[in-house]
Structures are given as structure tokens and as C-alpha cells.
């Protein structure tokens, strides 16, 4: 853990914090195409997207290798300029300042070093790249080294130090200067064993809610983006498809995806449709309420799609009222609670029934609480109708 009086030390080295520029990031009509010519959608890694990283906020960019997450993040600190849109750095368009003058830190999946000199030098870096005080550097670069416990390796050439060692100076090249307005983390303990990952990640957490410095880490692990960020977007295909706390992202998903994407198991999705006043996912009626059945009738696509999560489907050994009889394929046990994978009428679904419950075999009887339903057109969730 962090010393007291490194903390400390920390802390008065972040007076000036009121008086630095920290900075609300916004993307506005942003997107970005790596091709000259891009034609359709798929031509470009971010599609036209908003969005506002506020003030201060510990964030995570979490969605699936290939997603635009690096991309975005290069934007942000001008390494890459986009091929439409703006960004804004507390309202004032930044697009045309090089990366040096947006004081954005970054920190990259691999290490980022100069390995023919010492840790101390590649500390020193960003600082007296700054024209920093030497002082000052030293000042600087003892408080980040000890955070990161790396105070014993200084006077190593960073040539010499292990995978981890190297990463973990590039994450304080990345914390060492105080006068950024925001650090990015792409995917920075990738390449970390996880044992360290977790400290780290608790680390980063410990900075962040001292100095409430504005931190977008970029991850593919829910996990991770849970355990760091106060709010998380979710990225897919070139855009954020939601931007909220875990629990907004497990409980309302906004999109097919973050249901699928969050949670272990994903959402179960049923594609729906009306048939004479009654709801069907392919041939198997389902026992859904008249809200339900009205959203569904009065969607103008086909693409319409019932989600509901594991955890939320009630799992019955006797028939009850609303009750959808299905076959039980099996169960899988995980300790605490088991999945029970069934089919209703050739439809696959996932239940979880936890340890206090009996696990059904064969036949059990499952209902789609309401209040629990979300409902989908085009994979983007909408309201259900009023009665
Ligand atoms: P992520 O970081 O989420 O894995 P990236 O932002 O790296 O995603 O990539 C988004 C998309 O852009 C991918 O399809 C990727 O292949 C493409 N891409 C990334 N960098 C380049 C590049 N320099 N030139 C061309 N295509 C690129
Ligand atoms: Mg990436």
C-alpha cells in the first residue's frame, strides 16, 4: 500500500491541482476512418458517435477487440486526427493542437521505454520534457516510483527489468507529471501477471479518488472495467452503444449488445413477433403481459427481440400461472448457483437458479417477470407502452 507520507507528499505536490487545467473531454459528431475513400459503415473504426467524458470521473471504454477503443483514445490525445467532427476540451475545439500541447497522458498496452536508460531517467521523461525544474523532477519521480514500488529498480537500466517492471514504468510515465488534464489507459495491464494487475488496478483507483484526476482506462474485461470505473461505456462496431454504471448496464442494457456483452451468462434474446393477439418466438407462445404484447405489435421492424436476463427468470418444478413449460437440457453447476439451460419449443434459454433452489430436471415451468422484461427494435432497447 502507499505510504502515509508519500501520500502526503502526493498531496501537497497537487496543490496547484485548482489552477492546472483539467478538462471536460466531448466528441462531438465524431468519426473516423483509417481508408481515403470509405464508402459504407464498415469503412470506418468510428462511426458518427457523442460523448462526454465529465470532469474528474474514473471511467472505463470497455467493448471487443477491433471496436475503435484505441482509436478513440488517440483521438483524444491527437496522436490521430479524425476524419469528421470535433473534439472539445472544456468547449474550446482542440482538433488542431498536436498531442504536446493537449496535456493528456497516456499509457499504452506495451511498455513504452526507453530502455537504454535508467528508470529513474524514463520517470524524468515527460518532466523535463516539460522543462521542469530539476528539483522538482526529483520530487516527482521518488513519489511515483514509490507508489509503484519501484524506488529499488531507479538505477536499473530499463533494458534489464522483466515484462511487468517495464509496464509498470510506463504507467509512471504516464502519473508523473501533475499538470495533465486527464490520463488514458489502453489496456495497460494486458501484458501484467494478474496477481500485480489487481494491485495496480487498486492503485489506480487509490490516485484516482485522491486526486480526482479524469481517468479513462480501455479494457475488453468487464471485470476490470467494473472494478476500476465509476461509469462504464460500452463500445460496439465504432460507437458508445451505453454509457452508465455497472448496475444501469446489467439491469436496463440500452443495447442488444451491452446484454449479451455484460453479465455471465449474457441476456437471453428471443426473436418476437404478434400472431393473431398472441406473442410467439418462432412457433412457442410465450406468456408475456398485454405491455409486452402492445410494444411488440407496434413496432415498425422486423427486428424486434425479447431480452431477459438469467438471474431474472423465475424457474418453477410445477406448472404455475404464466408459466412456460420447457425441457431442461442440463444444468451447469457453479457452486453458490447453478445455469440451467432449457428450450422452449426449440428457443434455447438460460435460468439461474441459486444454491437454496432445486435445480429442475427435465420439465420445469419458467416466467418472464415483467417488470424484468426489456424489449428491443433494431437491437436498441425502447419503452414499453403505458396501459
Ligand atoms: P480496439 O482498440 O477496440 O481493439 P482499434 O481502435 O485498434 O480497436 O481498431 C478499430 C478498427 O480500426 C479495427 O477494425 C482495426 O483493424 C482498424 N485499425 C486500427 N488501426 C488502424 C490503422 N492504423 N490502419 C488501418 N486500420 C486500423
Ligand atoms: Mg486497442
Not at 492546472?20 to 465524431?30: N, Q, R, V, Y
Not at 475488453?220 to 454504471?245: C, N, P, R, W
Amino acid at each position: 500500500c502507499m505510504s502515509s507520507t508519500a501520500m502526503a507528499e502526493w498531496h501537497i505536490s497537487r496543490r496547484t491541482w485548482e489552477e492546472s487545467d483539467m478538462a471536460e473531454i466531448t466528441l462531438k459528431s465524431l468519426a473516423h476512418s483509417y481508408s481515403k475513400n470509405p464508402a459504407t459503415a464498415q469503412d470506418y473504426a468510428i462511426r458518427e458517435m457523442n460523448h462526454v467524458w465529465h470532469q474528474g470521473g474514473a471511467y472505463a471504454l470497455l467493448g471487443p477487440s477491433g471496436c475503435g477503443k484505441s482509436t478513440m483514445l488517440n483521438i483524444i490525445s491527437g496522436l490521430l486526427e479524425p476524419s469528421n467532427g470535433e473534439v472539445l476540451f472544456d468547449g474550446k475545439v482542440v482538433n488542431s493542437l498536436p498531442p504536446e500541447e493537449r496535456n493528456i497522458a497516456q499509457v499504452f498496452q506495451f511498455p513504452v521505454i526507453y530502455d537504454t536508460m535508467t528508470v529513474y531517467d524514463n520517470l524524468a521523461f515527460p518532466l523535463r520534457n516539460m522543462k521542469t525544474p530539476e528539483a522538482r523532477v526529483h520530487e516527482r519521480v521518488m513519489e511515483v516510483a514509490d507508489v509503484l514500488e519501484l524506488t529499488p529498480q531507479l538505477k536499473r537500466k530499463a533494458k534489464n527489468l522483466n515484462a511487468d517492471e517495464k509496464q509498470k514504468v510506463s504507467m509512471g510515465r504516464g502519473l508523473v507529471r501533475d499538470d495533465v488534464s486527464a490520463i488514458l489507459f489502453d489496456e495497460p495491464l494486458t501484458v501484467i501477471d494478474p496477481q500485480l494487475k489487481w494491485k495496480l488496478r487498486r492503485k489506480l483507483k487509490e490516485i484516482h479518488h485522491r486526486f480526482r484526476i479524469t481517468m479513462v482506462y480501455v479494457t475488453h474485461d468487464q471485470l476490470e472495467a467494473s472494478t476500476f470505473a465509476d461509469k462504464i461505456a460500452v463500445m460496439y462496431e465504432g460507437q458508445v452503444v451505453q454509457f452508465g454504471t455497472p448496475r444501469e448496464l446489467f439491469e436496463t442494457p440500452n443495447h442488444t449488445f451491452v446484454g449479451y456483452f455484460i453479465g455471465s451468462p449474457g441476456m437471453n434474446f428471443l426473436d418476437v413477433t404478434v400472431r393473431d393477439g398472441k406473442v410467439f418466438s418462432g412457433e412457442a407462445p410465450l406468456l408475456v403481459d398485454k405491455r409486452v404484447h402492445d410494444g411488440i405489435a407496434r413496432a415498425t421492424s422486423d427486428n424486434v427481440k425479447l431480452g431477459i436476463r438469467p438471474e431474472f427468470i423465475e424457474v418453477h418444478q410445477k406448472p404455475v400461472e404464466d408459466g412456460m413449460e420447457v425441457k431442461v437440457e442440463h444444468a451447469q453447476d457453479l457452486g453458490t448457483y447453478s445455469i440451467v439451460y432449457a428450450s422452449l419449443g426449440g428457443i434455447s434459454l438460460k435460468a439461474r437458479v441459486e444454491e437454496d433452489q432445486i435445480t429442475p430436471v427435465d420439465k420445469a415451468w419458467l416466467r418472464f417477470p415483467s417488470e424484468k422484461i426489456g424489449l428491443y427494435v433494431d437491437d436498441f432497447r425502447v419503452e414499453l407502452p403505458h396501459e
